[in-house]
């Protein structure tokens, strides 16, 4: 089991910086790639960014130049990042953190970024 739980969400002006963080603990071993994907009101859900375990990562277009995503392990925990600057209206959602294992996907609650024009 993946437990995993985001911080960092809040309001920030349009062309503002947020810094979200995503603390993964329990079978952090068995995590082969983590991400952030976000859902705004009445939209699916998209995929903002991923990093695996070897540390290549992958954008969404939309965020691409303006987001980035990292990650810090220790033994007991790692702490993935995803750092928002020059944020849009249309960035505004509920960011989810995501690790994908060998087994089973995990997701955390989530935590609202709200950015206003």
Known sequence: QVQLVESGGGLVQAGGSLRLSCAASG??????????????????RELVATISSGGSTNYADSVKDRFTISISRDNAKNTMYLQMNSLK?????????????????????????????
């Open 89 to 117: 209206a249309e960035d505004t959602a509920v960011y989810c953190c995501n690790a994908g294992t060998v087994g089973p996907n995990y997701w955390g609650k989530g935590t609202l970024v709200t950015v206003s024009s």
């Open 27 to 44: 079978s952090i071993s068995s995590i082969k790639v983590m991400g952030w994907y976000r859902q705004a009101s009445g939209k699916q």
